[in-house]
């Protein structure tokens, strides 16, 4: 099983989040990856930073967004970060989603036929092939494997036809199963090896001693998951549409407070790690009994600590060495 830390690049400095990156490597955890919000923080520059100061680290985004980048200078900026750390990027690829994306003054295309003319254009530009501008962009000296994040199970699909891996999100254990095998299928039926092309899972986890604060804090954190549509429904699926149905009338009468309570203990517990260092421990280790081979944790603020001082009793309490 590898084990790794994602961190919400919006929710901590650049400089936090580079000086995080040698501790994670000499910790024993096998990658580091950084999340971006569209026009929020750039995890591209974030990870070039992270490669430079580690030397066996995988290295990654969660995900670089398919719409606020051209394609080109995302593949020149991807094989700069390769070329300062061989073989260890990660680059991943998400939509966010349409509200986010219309908001942020882009328009919103299909995510699936952007995810796909996106990975043409990058294998385009690491193959060195001449693109839209003046001069053919530097190829890449090595691999550089292209993970789609999926939340809809036609784009977990599309995945294993068309990306390198997978990378999964606020998934229950049944959730996962299902996108896992349906991102397997798409990739054999396309003539594909998929035990070549891993899946990751992104948990978001919350530690401290006391369970109901960090109970609180995961509330507060995934209250504002469950209003999205498409986090609703892929809830609703797995068994909480009671729970998204309360949660939408709360927040359609504006109680915030009743929708956070909406949000049961099982489904905390689903979906994200927390409590005290044993406790996160032993749902890392139910969820490597159900087949999740790759857990990337996601620290978060629980008060009175920062995500910084999450990711700091993190790397102290969970490090795999």
Not at 136 to 144: D, F, K, Q
Not at 220 to 246: C, D, I, N
Request: one cysteine or more; a neutral charge.
């Amino acid at each position: 099983m590898r084990l790794g830390i994602t961190l919400w690049g919006f929710g901590l400095g650049y400089r936090e989040a580079v000086e995080l990156a040698p501790r994670v490597e000499e910790a024993g955890f096998q990658n580091l990856f950084m999340v971006e919000g569209p026009l929020s923080n750039d995890g591209v520059t974030t990870v070039a930073m992270m490669a430079a100061r580690t030397s066996r680290l995988l290295v990654g985004t969660n995900i670089a967004n398919v719409y606020s980048r051209h394609p080109t200078m995302l593949g020149n900026a991807a094989v700069a970060i390769d070329e300062v750390a061989p073989e260890r990027l990660i680059l991943g690829l998400g939509p966010n989603n349409r509200t986010m994306i219309s908001q942020a003054g882009f328009a919103w295309r299909d995510p699936r036929e952007v995810l796909h003319e996106t990975t043409t254009a990058l294998r385009a530009v690491f193959a060195g092939q001449p693109g839209p501008g003046p001069r053919t962009p530097r190829p890449a000296s090595h691999v550089i494997p292209i993970h789609w994040a999926g939340m809809a199970l036609e784009t977990c699909a599309a995945a294993g036809a068309h990306a390198d891996g997978l990378m999964l999100y606020l998934n229950t254990p049944g959730r996962y199963r299902r996108a896992v095998e349906r991102f397997r299928r798409a990739a054999t039926e396309a003539g594909r090896d998929p035990a070549r092309l891993p899946v990751s899972l992104l948990i978001p986890t919350f530690i401290h001693e006391h369970l109901p604060t960090a109970r609180q804090a995961a509330r507060e954190f995934l209250v504002h998951y469950a209003r999205w549509p498409h986090y609703a429904k892929t809830f609703a699926a797995s068994g909480y549409a009671r729970e998204m149905a309360q949660v939408a009338s709360a927040y359609a009468a504006g109680d915030l407070a009743t929708a956070m309570a909406a949000l049961s203990d099982v489904l905390l517990d689903d979906v994200v790690l927390l409590g005290s260092p044993s406790r996160i421990r032993e749902g890392i280790a139910r969820l490597a009994e159900v087949g999740v081979e790759w857990m990337t944790l996601g620290p978060q603020a629980v008060a009175p600590e920062s995500l910084a001082q999450q990711a700091e009793r993190m790397i102290a309490t969970l490090a795999p060495r």
